[in-house]
C-alpha cells in the first residue's frame, strides 16, 4: 500500500523569502514517481513539479526545487522568492502506475 | 495546452435525485480520473479509465458509477445522491499508455455539487 503525509495543513511564507513545504510517500514500490501541485483559489490545479524516483538529481523548476530523501520517504518542496501568486493549496502526490495518491495539502499564505 | 472542461462549475441536487457530471478532454488522451476533494481528506480517487469502455475502481467507489463511451468523454454518476456526496469533484486527464509510467495528470475547474 502507499501513503502520502502532508503533516502542515497550514504555512504562511513574506513575499521574497524562501519557504519549504513536506510530504513523505511510503512505498513498496522501487520506481514511481511524485508531484507536486498547486490548486489556486477557485482555479484549476496544475502541476507544479515532478521528480522521478530513480534519478539522484532533484528536480527544479524556475523558483521551485524539490528535496528527495528517497530512503527516508522525503519529498518536500521548496518556493524560494515567494510571490502573491503563489498563495495556494498544495498537494502532494505519489504513484508507481498511473493511479496516484494524494495528500491531504497544505495551505499557503503569502503575505505581503 | 491541454484543455480538460467539467460541464458545472456549481451543481445543486436533491436526495435521490440521480446526478451527471460530466468531463471532456481535448489532447487524445488514454487515461481519465474522478476523484472528490474535502477539507482535511485531500484528493480521493473514485473511478478511472484507461481505454473506451474501460474502467477501473478507485479507492471510493461505492455510491459511484462512470461511463466511458468516447475517448474524449468521461462522465461520472450518481445514481441515488445522497447528502454525504456533498463534495468537489474534480476530473482529470494523463495521456501514457505505457505501464510502469506515470504521467503527469491535467485536471478540469472542478464541479462543486451540493445534495440537499
Known amino acids: 500500500a502507499q501513503t502520502v503525509t502532508q503533516s502542515q495543513p497550514e504555512m504562511s511564507v513574506q513575499e521574497a523569502e524562501t519557504v519549504t513545504l513536506s510530504c513523505t510517500y511510503d512505498t513498496s514500490e522501487s520506481d514511481y514517481y511524485l508531484f507536486w501541485y498547486k490548486q489556486p483559489p477557485s482555479r484549476q490545479m496544475i502541476l507544479v513539479i515532478r521528480q522521478e524516483a530513480y534519478k539522484q538529481q532533484n528536480a527544479t523548476e524556475n523558483r521551485f526545487s524539490v528535496n528527495f530523501q528517497k530512503a527516508a520517504k522525503s519529498f518536500s518542496l521548496k518556493i524560494s522568492d515567494s510571490q502573491l501568486g503563489d498563495a495556494a493549496m498544495y498537494f502532494c502526490g505519489g504513484g508507481a502506475t498511473n493511479k496516484l495518491i494524494f495528500g491531504t495539502g497544505t495551505l499557503l499564505a503569502v503575505q505581503p | 495546452d491541454v484543455k480538460v472542461t467539467q460541464s458545472s462549475r456549481y451543481l445543486v441536487k436533491r436526495t435521490g435525485e440521480k446526478v451527471f457530471l460530466e468531463c471532456v478532454q481535448d489532447m487524445d488522451h488514454e487515461n481519465m480520473f474522478w476523484y472528490r476533494q474535502d477539507p482535511g481528506l485531500g484528493l480521493r480517487l473514485i473511478y478511472f479509465?484507461?481505454?473506451?469502455?474501460?474502467?477501473e475502481k478507485g479507492d471510493i467507489p461505492e455510491g459511484y458509477s462512470v461511463s466511458r463511451e468516447k475517448k474524449e468523454r468521461f462522465s461520472l454518476i450518481l445514481e441515488s445522491a445522497s447528502t454525504n456526496q456533498t463534495s468537489m469533484y474534480l476530473c482529470a486527464s494523463s495521456l501514457t499508455p505505457i505501464w510502469g509510467y506515470t504521467d503527469t495528470q491535467y485536471f478540469g475547474p472542478g464541479t462543486r455539487l451540493t445534495v440537499l
Open positions: 479509465s484507461y481505454d473506451v469502455k474501460m474502467k
